[in-house]
C-alpha cells in the first residue's frame, strides 16, 4: 500500500500569500496524484489531476507540480475562500489511498 | 449537470448490516466507475470501495473486505454499499464519488452519515 505523507499538518497564511503544500508518497506513484480541497461540512471538490492538471472550473491559481515520490500544490495568492483543508490521493495501484490532510487557516 | 445523492445512513448497532445507495444523474452512468470514500468524524478521507462501469470489477481495501460489498444497477443509474458487521470503526460519513480515469474522483455525492453504536 502506498503511504502519502502531508506537509506541514497546518499552514497558517493571511489573504494573498503564497502557500506551499507538500505530499510524499512512499514508493513511486509516477505522475498519478491528484489534489482535493474540502471545506466544513462539504464534500472533497478535485483541484488538481495527474499531477499538474486543473481539474474543470479551478481557478488558475492553484498549481500543482511533481513526479515519482515527491509532489506540490500551490496557491499564488490566497483568496479568503480558500482556507480549508488540502488532501493529495494516488491512483497508482490499488487501494487508492489519501495523504492525512494540510490544513490552511488564516493567520 | 452531474448529481450524486447518497441515501440509507443512520444509526445501527455493532454487528449488524446497513446498505446504503447512490442516485446519479448528469452524466452516461453505465459507463462511468463508481467509488465510495468514507470520513469518520474529524478525521481524514478513506478509500472504502470501487466498481467498474459494467460490475465486473469490484477493489476493496484490507479494512473493509469481506464485509462491505459494492453493487450497481445501469438500469436505476444507482450504486450500492451493503456494510456487514459494522463495528464502532466504521462510524463516518460515506461519499460516493464518480471515478475519472480509474485514478481519481471528480465529482462527489454530499455524504450520508453511518453510525455504529449500542
Known amino acids: 500500500e502506498v503511504v502519502l505523507t502531508q506537509s506541514p499538518a497546518t499552514l497558517s497564511l493571511s489573504p494573498g500569500e503564497r502557500a506551499t503544500l507538500s505530499c510524499r508518497a512512499s514508493?513511486?506513484?509516477?505522475?498519478?496524484l491528484a489534489w482535493y480541497q474540502q471545506k466544513p461540512g462539504q464534500a472533497p471538490r478535485l483541484l488538481i489531476y495527474d499531477a499538474s492538471n486543473g481539474a474543470a472550473g479551478i481557478p488558475a491559481r492553484f498549481s500543482g507540480s511533481g513526479s515519482g515520490t515527491d509532489f506540490t500544490l500551490t496557491i499564488s495568492s490566497l483568496e479568503p475562500e480558500d482556507f480549508a483543508v488540502y488532501y493529495c490521493q494516488h491512483g497508482s495501484s490499488w487501494p487508492r489511498t489519501f495523504g492525512g490532510g494540510t490544513k490552511v487557516e488564516i493567520k | 449537470q452531474v448529481q450524486l445523492v447518497e441515501s440509507g445512513g443512520g444509526v445501527v448497532q455493532p454487528g449488524r448490516s446497513l446498505r446504503l445507495s447512490c442516485a446519479a444523474s448528469g452524466f452516461t452512468f453505465s459507463i462511468s466507475g463508481m467509488h465510495w470514500v468514507r470520513q469518520a468524524p474529524g478525521k481524514g478521507l478513506e478509500w472504502v470501495t470501487f466498481i467498474s462501469h459494467d460490475g465486473n470489477n469490484e477493489y476493496y481495501p484490507d479494512s473493509v473486505r469481506g464485509r462491505f460489498s459494492i453493487s450497481r444497477d445501469n438500469s436505476k443509474n444507482t450504486v450500492y454499499l451493503q456494510m456487514d458487521s459494522l463495528n464502532a470503526e466504521d462510524t463516518a460519513v460515506y461519499y460516493c464519488a464518480k471515478d475519472a480515469g480509474k485514478k481519481f474522483f471528480d465529482y462527489w455525492g454530499q455524504g450520508t452519515l453511518v453510525t455504529v453504536s449500542s
Open positions: 514508493q513511486s506513484v509516477s505522475t498519478y
